[in-house]
Every structure is written in structure tokens, then in C-alpha cells.
């Protein structure tokens, strides 16, 4: 088999990582953000029958956020970390949880943005979320990352401009699966 046939696969394979890549990203995008809902409904519908017994409210969201834990098999502290996060995303930041479920941003992303915007005032936040979409526009298209598609783009080009050197490296030339090709998820 001579190089430049496995230049051609690795082209082929890398279309095709990309196509399927981006749309299983944008499929787990929309579960996350979905789970994110489904935790702050259940956190808030949970925290009444709580209050009802006679529990403070700090009691009454403990109990609920342990619930949580429980149904997602998670400890105390991470369950009371990512039902605060999905909390802060549907309370502070409601459509950068709309561009997560749309599959435009990651998980990841979502949280660099809570994450960032902790520190501002309302009205910064709200001129944050109106800029919500240039996050992820950098090149041009909502949804995609300049250095995402920077990376695959580098990917392709060395597979395919480079034959030798790609194989040389021992980087999958059979698979297409470089470290290079891969989908950074945030």
C-alpha cells in the first residue's frame, strides 16, 4: 500500500469524523442542556414538600440537591455543584443554556461562561448574553469555534499535503484518528 492511498483514507475518515463528530456533539449538547432543566425543575419542585415538613430553605434545597445526587448517582458535592451550575445557567444565563440545547456551544463552554460572568453585575451579564452568539461565531458560523475548525482544518491539510510525515508520526494514518483530529468537546 503506498502513502498517498493512505492519505486518501485518512482525508475520507476525516470527513467523515467531522460529520459525525459535530453531530454527536450537538446530540449531547441538547441532553446536557436538557438535564440541566430537568435538575432546576426537580431541585424547585422538590424544595416545597421539604419546606411543608417544617425544613428552613437551606435544609429544604439540601434535601432536594441530595436527591439529586442520589437519581444521577453522584456525591454530595458534585451534585450540589452542578445543580448550582444548572441553576446559575437557567436563572442568570438563559440563553447561553438555549445555545447549549441548540447544540451551538458545548457543556464545556456553557461553563466558561457561567464560570466568567460570576463576577459581573446583572446588566454586564445580560450585555454578555446579548453577545452570546459571537462565542461561538468566530469564523463566520454560528455554532463553530475558530479554533476548532483551525484544528481540523490543520488536520486535514497535513494529512493530506503530507503524506509521509503523518505516517512517519505514527499518527493513524490508517484510522484517521490523530490527536490532531480530534473534537476538542470545549
Known amino acids: 500500500m503506498n502513502t498517498r492511498s493512505l492519505c486518501s483514507f485518512t482525508a475520507s475518515a476525516y470527513a467523515q469524523i467531522k460529520?459525525?463528530?459535530?453531530?454527536?456533539?450537538?446530540?449531547?449538547?441538547?441532553?446536557?442542556?436538557?438535564?440541566?432543566?430537568?435538575?432546576?425543575?426537580?431541585?424547585?419542585?422538590?424544595?416545597?414538600?421539604?419546606?411543608?415538613?417544617?425544613?428552613?430553605?437551606?435544609?429544604?434545597?439540601?434535601s432536594a440537591v441530595a436527591e439529586v445526587g442520589l437519581?444521577?448517582?453522584?456525591?454530595?458535592?458534585?451534585?450540589?455543584?452542578?445543580?448550582?451550575?444548572?441553576?446559575?445557567?437557567?436563572?442568570?444565563?438563559?440563553?447561553?443554556?438555549?445555545?447549549?440545547?441548540?447544540?451551538?456551544?458545548t457543556l464545556a463552554k456553557a461553563r466558561i461562561?457561567?464560570?466568567?460572568?460570576?463576577?459581573?453585575?446583572?446588566?454586564?451579564?445580560?450585555?454578555?448574553?446579548?453577545?452570546?452568539?459571537?462565542?461561538?461565531?468566530y469564523a463566520g458560523q454560528p455554532g463553530k469555534s475558530t479554533t476548532q475548525d483551525e484544528n481540523l482544518q490543520g488536520a486535514q491539510d497535513r494529512a493530506t499535503d503530507q503524506p509521509g510525515e503523518a505516517v512517519g508520526r505514527g499518527e493513524g494514518a490508517m484510522t484517521g484518528c490523530s490527536t490532531d483530529t480530534q473534537v476538542n468537546g470545549g
Open 113 to 137: 461562561i457561567d464560570d466568567e460572568t460570576l463576577d459581573l453585575t446583572d446588566e454586564h451579564t445580560a450585555a454578555v448574553e446579548a453577545q452570546r452568539d459571537q462565542v461561538g461565531a
Open 71 to 105: 437519581m444521577l448517582r453522584a456525591s454530595g458535592g458534585t451534585a450540589a455543584a452542578r445543580v448550582g451550575g444548572a441553576w446559575s445557567l437557567c436563572t442568570r444565563l438563559p440563553a447561553t443554556l438555549t445555545a447549549l440545547e441548540a447544540g451551538q456551544i
Open 19 to 62: 460529520r459525525h463528530g459535530r453531530a454527536w456533539e450537538r446530540v449531547i449538547a441538547w441532553a446536557q442542556a436538557r438535564q440541566i432543566r430537568e435538575m432546576v425543575s426537580f431541585t424547585h419542585s422538590a424544595e416545597a414538600p421539604n419546606r411543608a415538613l417544617g425544613a428552613c430553605d437551606s435544609q429544604a434545597h439540601d
